[in-house]
């Protein structure tokens, strides 16, 4: 089985879907002018200074950590380490090359996640790739966007959502604290159970608080451990771009990767981590509340920032500085655990690199079980009405119950293959949809040259 899932993961992940993530990154990148660039600066700003007025259901800064609640997860400390382990230093820097191009796809996400919701019978806001396919590109392509919704579900209920956070908690648990995985299990099942029956405002709720603490204490920890090894950072940025552009010569218990091994880690660990193109996030973007659609683009792309450009670099730097990144015999998941482990037992004199990257670990993959479930919601509410969001809750958690018990290299086999699938109606609607996008962002940007109000900018 573990074959037939790394034949077909390697199809789907083929150079055409990754030309596709990059290339629709690159093509708004120029038509948008290098607004991830130039705005940047404003995009930080409105983070913590955005109105909160319009329509919606959460404020924009929630609707930023649901978001991030859900992409900031494994990806940024287990997928970083597989993708040096397998592509070396060099994927790094492919993963900066997608995530600058993603933020561009993540900002015409949140525009057409704004442009394009809709109320559901719960008159609760409901967006996403499956609502601008609908009523972007007209109803006549209503078939590529249910093919969006089943694969958001798939994603939710066998990929990112559920068993990939669960197998990282309960085996983090297990080998630091020595408590059953099957235990950790239960335990987690029944707190997502409390946690997602209370919709939106319960999941945005937890990841306002959680997301932020939990995000800034892991920058700290791998920047503390950057300081001590700080003579080495230089060389590690040598590896990283000769490693981009030549093959990786074998070190220790590395045995070397070509350029093309580190093109495919780099992106493919990259868009696992971040989701831009992957249509997730504007799920959660939709139910922001706000007058602009641009405005929510602009926060939106801040996710992709944070997650890939803050959060996976500090990883990949630590797994470099530290040397563990070419470990013989170790495995991609433990890395980063050695990483924290040769430095911070040093300095406290205790064994707290475990216990932190637990800790750590543990809250990312949570909130990501949060965010997902969200997402599969959403899906599950698109395809088949209100009427089946209970028992698609109830489902999800015991699918975290039964997460516990599952094989981790085939867990990231169906992780990537279903995120694949995912991601190819939303990257043709965004293309679709460019035009759409480009107007809406100049609208807004005339807006800050001459402050008006929504409504007398619509008037004139």
């Known amino acids: 089985m573990i074959h037939f899932l790394n034949q077909l993961d390697s199809f789907i992940w083929g150079p ?30 409105l983070m913590f200074k955005s109105k909160n007025s319009g ?32 592509g070396g230093p060099g994927a790094l820097f492919w993963m900066w090359l997608a995530a600058f191009f993603g933020m561009a796809t993540k900002y015409a996400e949140g525009v057409l996640a704004i442009k394009y919701r809709q109320l559901d019978e719960n008159q609760e806001v409901a967006g996403g790739p499956m609502y601008y396919i609908t009523y972007g590109m007209g109803k006549r392509y209503k078939p590529l966007a249910i093919f969006f919704a089943f694969s958001g579900i798939l994603v939710a209920l066998l990929g990112i959502g559920t068993f990939t956070q669960v197998n990282a908690i309960t085996s ?67 590896m990283i771009f000769k490693g981009a552009f030549n093959q990786t ?13 580190a093109i495919r ?30 405005e929510q683009g602009l926060i939106s792309m801040m996710g992709t920032f944070i997650d890939s450009l803050m959060i996976c670099t500090l990883t990949g730097l630590t797994l470099m500085v530290t040397g563990v990144w070419q470990m013989d015999g170790v495995l991609a998941s433990s890395l980063t655990e050695r990483a924290f482990n040769t430095v911070l037992p040093t300095v406290f004199k205790i064994p707290l690199g475990s216990l932190l990257l637990m800790i750590c670990l543990t809250l990312f ?46 867990v990231w086999l169906i992780a990537d293959i279903v995120n694949g ?26 807006h800050l040259k001459c402050p008006v109000s929504h409504l007398e900018s619509l008037e004139s």
Not at 67 to 83: C, D, F, M
Not at 177 to 197: D, N, P, R, Y
Not at 270 to 292: D, Q, R
């Open 16 to 45: 055409p879907l990754l030309m596709l993530l990059i290339g629709t990154g690159i093509m708004l990148t120029i038509r948008l002018k290098l607004i991830q660039l130039i705005k940047l600066p404003h995009a930080m700003t």
């Open 55 to 86: 329509q919606g259901d959460i404020s924009p800064f929630s609707a930023l950590c649901t978001a991030l609640a859900a992409t900031v997860g494994t990806g940024n400390i287990i997928g970083v380490a597989t993708a040096l382990a397998a």
């Open 172 to 238: 983090s648990i297990e080998s630091t604290l020595h408590i059953k995985s099957e235990f950790v299990g239960l335990v987690l099942a029944f707190i997502v159970l409390v946690v997602t029956f209370g919709g939106i405002k319960s999941i945005s709720k937890v990841a306002e608080k959680v997301v932020p603490v939990m995000a800034i204490s892991y920058l700290m920890i791998c920047g503390f451990i950057l300081i001590v090894n700080y003579q080495a950072i230089l060389p590690a940025f040598e």
């Open 249 to 261: 010569a074998a070190v220790g218990g590395f045995t070397g990767a070509t350029v093309a091994t």
């Open 265 to 294: 880690n780099g992106i493919a660990r990259g868009v696992f981590s971040n989701e831009s193109g992957l249509g997730s996030a504007p799920i959660a973007a939709a139910a922001a509340k706000t007058e602009w659609a641009a």
């Open 365 to 410: 993959a949570f909130t990501t079980i949060l965010g997902w479930n969200y997402y599969g919601e959403r899906c599950c509410q698109f395809l088949f009405g209100v009427k089946s969001i209970t028992p698609y809750r109830i489902i999800f958690v015991v699918m975290i119950g039964s997460g516990a018990f599952l094989q981790l290299e085939a």
């Open 421 to 446: 699938l995912m991601a190819l109606p939303n990257l043709i609607a965004i293309i679709a949809l460019s035009k759409v996008v480009v107007s809406e962002t100049q609208l807004y940007l005339n």
